[in-house]
């Protein structure tokens, strides 16, 4: 383990600042303090491209090598794009064009590709060839799937030979070719021999969800469609689901995480997400209830999402959080990283999530999610298994 000075320096060095305890201009009348952060790399920009996947994950897996060497690697994105392109352009030919083929997946792709493929350092691989300074997938994923939907149909009534030199072709042409071999500070390396080159056994890291449609402390195949690889995901109860995240950051450990952030309570250019409790007639009285009940629904709702600073929350149960995702209200939609623990000027306890839309923002591309928010909004994490708690691990019959 190494001293505490050099432990500072690291964190330091690569962890944002802990926010002092007063609201910051523009804010919403949070006042969050920073109770416990992990070391992990700068905040990176996915810019228009649906890989929000790849960018958690990448730091996710930069975060783990943080930990375990100290040192600071800034691994490429793009590569694992592309190779992920490659497998689903199979994977939806194989399966007649009916399967998923998009620009999105899972942050436990990257420790797919890692294991099949290897890695590249951002300076070998930018994955930038189409005229573009930062990322922006639209004509790719259509030109590709447009392609791939030709194949599909089989026109000469089987596939011809040329398929796969086409599709490769493509994707060259816009994320460039895949070197052979590549020099990273001073010496030469394949994908395979640099990801080979880091502490990183894919075998320790696990997929984590929470939902009563499937047995708890057995694994299933998360139902989205990004779970293009049909990769397993073991079922705990919600409540550990939290104790694990809050286990893990304690520890040292920074967990991805998938979640849903349409709600209406996510906001990002402020800073936070929550799920503020509506008012209700019963709640009111005087004055005050003859005001509420005089609004109309829209404004009851408006009033109830324009906050001034902590507020009361829904109280999110295993029941609730089933309900939202049988509905649809939960949906996959957006990868993050969890790096800290929080707590705001009333005590609340809140995650504290670094995010891929660039750091131009109230708090440097990092944001606050509060546990109500996590535990309805939660899709699934991503996360090393000596990060689990010892009686979680034993529920589900495995070992760190």
């Given at each position: 383990?190494?001293?505490?000075?050099?432990?500072?320096?690291?964190?330091?060095?690569?962890a944002?600042?802990?926010?002092?305890?007063?609201?910051?201009a523009?804010?919403a009348?949070?006042?969050?303090?920073?109770?416990?952060?992990v070391?992990?790399?700068?905040?990176?920009?996915?810019n228009?491209?649906?890989?929000?996947w790849s960018?958690s994950?990448?730091?996710?897996?930069?975060?783990?090598?943080?930990?375990?060497?100290?040192?600071?690697?800034?691994?490429?994105?793009?590569f694992?794009?592309?190779?992920?392109?490659?497998?689903?352009?199979?994977?939806?030919?194989?399966r007649?064009?009916?399967?998923q083929?998009s620009?999105?997946?899972?942050?436990?792709?990257?420790?797919?590709v890692?294991?099949?493929y290897?890695?590249?350092?951002?300076?070998a691989?930018a994955?930038?060839n189409y005229g573009?300074?930062?990322h922006?997938?639209?004509?790719?994923?259509?030109?590709?799937?447009s392609?791939?939907?030709?194949?599909?149909?089989?026109?000469n009534?089987?596939?011809?030979?040329?398929y796969?030199?086409v599709?490769?072709g493509m994707?060259?042409?816009?994320?460039?070719e895949?070197?052979?071999?590549?020099?990273y500070e001073?010496?030469?390396y394949?994908?395979?021999?640099?990801?080979?080159?880091?502490?990183?056994?894919?075998?320790?890291?696990?997929?984590?969800?929470?939902?009563?449609?499937?047995?708890?402390y057995?694994?299933?195949?998360?139902?989205?469609?990004d779970?293009?690889?049909?990769?397993?995901f073991?079922?705990?109860?919600?409540d550990?689901l939290?104790?694990?995240v809050?286990?893990?950051?304690?520890?040292?450990?920074?967990?991805?995480w998938?979640?849903?952030?349409?709600?209406?309570?996510?906001?990002?250019?402020?800073?936070?997400?929550?799920?503020?409790?509506?008012k209700?007639a019963?709640?009111?009285e005087?004055?005050?209830?003859?005001?509420?009940?005089?609004?109309?629904?829209?404004?009851?709702?408006?009033?109830?999402?324009?906050?001034?600073?902590?507020?009361?929350?829904?109280?999110?149960?295993?029941d609730?959080?089933?309900?939202?995702f049988?509905?649809q209200e939960?949906?996959?939609?957006?990868?993050?990283?969890?790096?800290?623990?929080?707590?705001?000027?009333?005590?609340?306890?809140?995650f504290?999530?670094?995010?891929?839309w660039?750091d131009k923002?109230?708090?440097?591309?990092y944001?606050?999610?509060s546990?109500?928010?996590?535990k309805a909004?939660t899709?699934?994490?991503?996360?090393?298994k000596?990060?689990?708690p010892a009686?979680?691990?034993?529920?589900l019959?495995?070992?760190?």
């Open positions: 383990m190494k001293n505490i000075i050099l432990s500072a320096l690291a964190v330091a060095a690569v944002p600042l802990s926010l002092s305890a007063k609201e910051p523009d804010s009348g949070f006042v969050f303090t920073d109770v416990k952060v070391p992990t790399n700068s905040v990176k920009d996915q228009k491209s649906g890989t929000c960018f994950g990448t730091s996710f897996i930069e975060d783990e090598i943080l930990r375990k060497t100290g040192k600071s690697v800034d691994l490429s994105e793009m694992t794009v592309r190779e992920c392109y490659n497998d689903k352009a199979d994977n939806y030919v194989r007649y064009g009916v399967a083929f620009q999105g997946g899972a942050c436990g792709d990257v420790i797919y890692w294991d099949k290897g890695a590249m350092p951002e300076s691989y994955g930038l573009e300074d930062n922006v997938h639209g004509e790719v994923e259509a030109a590709l799937k392609y791939l939907d030709v194949i599909n149909r089989k026109p009534r089987r596939i011809s030979t040329a796969q030199r599709k490769n994707l060259d042409a816009y994320f460039g895949i070197p052979e071999s590549f020099e001073g010496k030469s394949t994908p395979k021999s640099f990801a080979a080159s880091f502490p990183i056994n894919p075998s320790d890291y696990i997929n984590l969800t929470s939902f009563t449609h499937h047995p708890f057995k694994p299933f195949s998360l139902e989205v469609s779970n293009w690889t049909n990769d397993a073991y079922n705990i109860p919600l550990q939290v104790e694990t809050e286990y893990a950051i304690e520890h040292g450990y920074s967990v991805a998938g979640a849903d952030v349409s709600e209406r309570g996510f906001n990002w250019s402020k800073g936070y997400a929550n799920m503020p409790k509506a209700t019963s709640d009111l005087g004055t005050e209830l003859s005001r509420w009940v005089s609004l109309s629904k829209a404004d009851q709702e408006k009033e109830t999402y324009s906050q001034r600073g902590p507020v009361e929350e829904i109280d999110v149960t295993q609730l959080r089933q309900e939202m049988d509905r939960t949906t996959d939609d957006h990868g993050m990283v969890i790096v800290g623990i929080a707590t705001d000027q009333k005590g609340n306890k809140w504290k999530v670094k995010n891929s660039t923002q109230i708090y440097g591309g944001f606050y999610v546990i109500p928010y996590f909004k899709m699934d994490i991503f996360i090393n000596e990060a689990v009686n979680v691990l034993k529920e019959g495995l070992k760190k």
